[in-house]
Each structure stands twice: as structure tokens, then as C-alpha cells.
């Protein structure tokens, strides 16, 4: 394994000298060996520690805290480029939560937000706050979602994330809670070779397919994330170290404690409290550069 720190952001804030000097003099001064590097100007640098320990860690953030910059601490196995990359949807590759844009035009938004909330906090059980919502969402019109998708807001770098890790030989897979007409949508227009996610059953009304209130079961959650990822490294000959991961919410947690590096992004705490890398400020090309990508 190899020690790493990553400082990083995508924000009008710009790393500059004086910030990379002040972390070479702590360094330093802790007698750790290191080499530094710049990834992407002003934007993303990477130090190679010989060695590091917690009284480091803690100088460093408690000296840089009130900057909008991601700072990361990370062992990395080899290979440091992975071989199969499991994403999350909903506040990950897109800026939605994509239940929540549907709820909003059905005019119940508030109601359902705060469901969605307490769920990604790890409040509510997920499969008891899906059927909840879901059940709220009773006759929706099915034509209604297919127009939604065109206003999905996808993240800054996740079109260059998928592009890049396909074009080396990397499996991509984008598995969500969320449900087929969105996800199978945005699986297609960003360039995954698998998806996987939660399915609406419906029925006519007034002749248009709408919604019936219910999920097509088996759900997936969090369980289920974890165990398509293994059905996919059982496959392929892969272990949970050829893995890279990224999500947002409790939905992602044993997924993302559990492989090779996984990366809460714009994540809730109780998710941040696992992940290898936390990215606040970076976006999503910042997962290229962990892995030693070039763009």
C-alpha cells in the first residue's frame, strides 16, 4: 500500500504556492519523506508520504478547515487504477434526487423531500421510505417522468469519469435506488455499460399508464448494491480491491466501506464517516485523478 494526501477542489478558489509550501514545511517538520506533484493546475495536487500518522492529519485540517478545499488522507492498494467503476445516481451523477423532481410535479414535493431526507440520513429504513413514497405517488402519469428526464441536471465531470475509465478497460456500472425510466435514461446518455435499479408497476387510467402506487420487488437498497458489485467481481475474477465506488447517502454505506476506494461525494455524514475520500468541493474528475488519470 501507498500513502497518499490529495488536496483538491473545482471551485473559483485556486490552490496556489503558498498553500503547497505551508504543507511541505509541516511535513517536514514531522521528519516525513515525501514527494509532491501537480495534477491539474490550482486545482488538484497529490503528495506521496513515506509515512503518515493522525497528529499530521489533524495539523493539516485544522489549518486549512475554513477553505473550500478537499483534503484526503488515503492508503491505496495496487493497481491504483481500478478495474470496475460502481456509481450511485441521485446526488451523485446527477444533481437530483430524481424521486423528488417527480414528487415536486405531482405537487406532494415537500412531503416527499423530507422522506428522501431522512432516508439518506440513515433515519428512515430505505425500503419503508421508497413504498412510502412511492405510494404517495398514485396515478402519476408515466409520460410525465419520460418529460422530467430532459431537465436532469447531470454533475460536472461524470460524462469525463465514465468516458475516460471506459476507454481503459474499465467495467462501469451504475446501480441505483432509484427507478427504470430515469436511471435507465441517464445509464444511456452518459455511457454506462450496466445499470441496475428499482422498477415501477403500473396500470391505465383514463387510457395512460400511470403509476399504481407499489415498487416491483425484489427492492434494491443498500444490500442489494453490495451484492450486484460481488455478482459482478464473481463474474469477471475481480475483488472488492479492483473496485472504485462513489455515492451520497446511507444507501451507499456498505458498498462504499467496503471497496477498493470509495468516495462519498457531497455526501451525508453518516456516509462520510466510512469513505476513503470525501469530496465536498472537488468534482467528479477528482476520481480520475485518485487513480492516477490524466485528462
Known amino acids: 500500500m501507498t500513502n497518499y494526501l490529495f488536496i483538491s477542489n473545482s471551485s473559483n478558489f485556486k490552490i496556489d504556492n503558498v498553500l503547497i509550501n505551508q504543507i511541505n514545511l509541516i511535513l517536514s517538520n514531522q521528519n516525513i519523506e515525501f514527494s509532491n506533484r501537480e495534477i491539474v493546475k490550482n486545482d488538484f495536487y497529490e503528495w506521496c508520504l513515506e509515512e503518515f500518522n493522525n497528529n499530521v492529519k489533524k495539523k493539516i485540517e485544522d489549518i486549512f478547515k475554513n477553505l473550500p478545499i478537499d483534503i484526503n488522507f488515503l492508503n491505496i ?18 444533481e437530483e434526487e430524481s424521486l423528488d423532481e ?15 431526507k431522512r432516508a439518506m440520513r440513515g433515519e428512515l429504513d430505505f425500503k419503508d421510505a421508497l413504498v412510502q413514497r412511492i405510494n404517495l405517488l398514485n396515478s402519476y402519469p408515466l409520460e410525465n417522468i419520460f418529460k422530467l428526464n430532459n431537465k436532469i441536471q447531470i454533475n460536472d465531470g461524470a460524462i469525463e469519469l465514465v ?8 467495467i462501469t456500472v ?31 387510467k383514463d387510457g395512460k399508464i400511470v403509476l399504481n402506487g407499489c415498487v416491483q420487488s425484489p427492492i434494491l437498497d443498500k444490500n442489494a448494491k453490495l451484492d450486484i458489485t460481488k455478482s459482478y467481481l464473481k463474474k469477471l475474477n475481480f475483488t472488492l480491491n479492483d473496485v472504485i465506488s462513489v455515492g451520497d447517502g ?3 454505506v456498505n458498498l462504499i466501506k467496503l471497496t477498493g476506494i470509495g468516495v462519498s461525494y457531497k455526501g451525508k455524514q453518516i456516509l462520510n464517516n466510512v469513505a476513503d475520500v470525501v469530496f465536498n468541493h472537488t468534482n467528479l474528475k477528482g476520481i480520475l485523478y485518485l487513480q492516477d488519470y490524466q485528462i
Open 102 to 116: 417527480i414528487a415536486e410535479d405531482a405537487g406532494i414535493g415537500n412531503e416527499i423531500k423530507n422522506i428522501t
Open 250 to 252: 446511507a444507501n451507499d
Open 174 to 204: 451504475l446501480i441505483s435506488g432509484g427507478f427504470s425510466p430515469s436511471v435507465s435514461y441517464i445509464a444511456k446518455k452518459i455511457g454506462f455499460d450496466y445499470y441496475h435499479c428499482n422498477n415501477f408497476l403500473y396500470k391505465k
Open 163 to 170: 468516458e475516460k475509465m471506459k476507454a481503459n478497460s474499465c
Open 77 to 94: 492498494s495496487s493497481p491504483r487504477k481500478k478495474r470496475i467503476l460502481i456509481c450511485d445516481m441521485d446526488s451523485t451523477i446527477i
